[in-house]
C-alpha cells in the first residue's frame, strides 16, 4: 500500500512511475496476444467447420460410392440370373422345336400308316366274312351282325381307325374262343313249313349238333355235304353233350360225329 510517507520519497516516486510506464507498455502486448487467441480460436473453429463439411461431404461421397457399388453388383447378379434364365429357356425352346419335329414325323408317319392300314383292316374284314360264310353255321345271325357292324364303321368317318383296328381285332378274337369251346344254344332250323326249334350244341369247329326240344329229332352238320344230317342215333350223345354245355351234369367223355381228314392240295 503506498502511503504519503512513501510517496514524498524521491525514490519511491521514481519506483512507482517506472511500474506504471512497465504496466502502460504491458497492457497493449496482452491486448494482441489476447487478439492473436481470437483469431487461431476462429481460424481453428473454421477450419474444424471446413473439416467437418469436408468430412460430410466425404461420407455423403463414399455412401452414394457403396450405394453405387452396392446397385452395380446387384445389376450384375441380375445379369447373371437373367442369362442363366435365358439359357434354360433357350433349352427349353430347342426342347419344344425336336418335340415338334418328332410331331410333325408322327403325323406324317401316321398319315402313310393310315394309308397303308386302312386296305389292309379291309381285307381283314372281308375275309372274316368269307370265313364265317364257309364254317359251321352256328350262330349264324349274331356273327353276320357282327361283321356287317365291322364293315359300316370302316366306312364312318366318326370312328378313329384305332378303334376300327381294335374292333376287328376283337372280332377275330371272339371267333378264336369259338374253336375251343362247348357251346349249347337254342334256335330255329329248317325253312317255310319244316322251320322248327332245336337245340344246338356245339364242340368247337369240330362238331355242330342238334336236338328237337321233345329230343324226337337228333342230327348233326355236315361240313363236307354243307347240309344238315338226321341221325338219331347220336341222341344220347348230343343229350349228353347239351347236359355238359349247360353245366347241368359232369364232365364226361362224348362221342359225336366228326367229319373225316380230307387231303390238302397245295
Do not use: C
Not at 30 to 53: E, W
Not at 203 to 209: A, C, E, K, N, Y
Not at 234 to 252: C, F, H, I, T, W
Request: proline content about 3%; cysteine-free.
Amino acid at each position: 500500500m503506498v502511503t504519503k510517507q512513501s510517496i514524498n520519497r524521491p525514490g519511491v516516486i521514481s519506483t512507482v512511475v517506472s511500474g506504471l510506464a512497465l504496466l502502460i507498455s504491458v497492457l497493449p502486448a496482452t491486448q494482441v496476444a489476447a487478439q492473436s487467441v481470437d483469431a487461431a480460436v476462429t481460424a481453428q473453429t473454421q477450419t474444424d467447420t471446413a473439416a467437418a463439411a469436408s468430412q460430410q461431404t466425404i461420407n455423403e461421397v463414399v455412401d452414394r460410392t457403396q450405394d453405387a457399388a452396392n446397385k452395380y453388383a446387384q445389376a450384375l447378379a441380375e445379369l447373371d440370373s437373367l442369362t442363366k434364365y435365358n439359357e434354360q429357356l433357350q433349352k427349353q425352346v430347342n426342347s419344344q422345336v425336336e418335340e415338334m419335329g418328332s410331331i410333325q414325323k408322327q403325323l406324317t408317319d401316321i398319315e402313310t400308316t393310315n394309308r397303308e392300314v386302312m386296305p389292309l383292316m379291309e381285307r381283314m374284314v372281308d375275309t372274316l366274312d368269307k370265313f364265317i360264310a364257309a364254317d359251321v353255321p352256328f350262330l349264324l345271325e349274331e356273327r353276320t351282325n357282327r361283321v356287317n357292324n365291322l364293315k359300316g364303321i370302316m366306312d364312318s368317318a366318326d370312328v378313329a381307325i384305332s378303334e376300327k383296328y381294335r374292333r376287328i381285332l376283337e372280332a377275330y378274337q371272339i371267333e378264336l374262343e369259338y374253336g375251343r369251346t362247348l357251346e349249347a344254344y337254342n334256335g330255329s332250323l329248317g325253312e317255310g313249313a319244316n322251320v322248327r326249334t332245336v337245340q344246338f350244341v356245339r364242340l368247337g369247329r369240330v362238331s355242330l349238333m342238334y336236338q328237337t326240344l321233345d329230343g324226337a329229332e337228333t342230327g348233326y352238320y355236315d361240313a363236307q355235304k354243307r347240309a344238315w344230317v338226321q341221325d338219331n342215333s347220336y341222341m344220347q350223345a348230343v343229350s349228353d353233350a347239351l347236359s355238359v354245355a349247360r353245366k347241368e351234369g359232369a364232365p364226361n367223355l362224348i362221342h359225336v360225329p366228326v367229319p373225316a381228314p380230307q387231303e390238302v392240295r397245295s
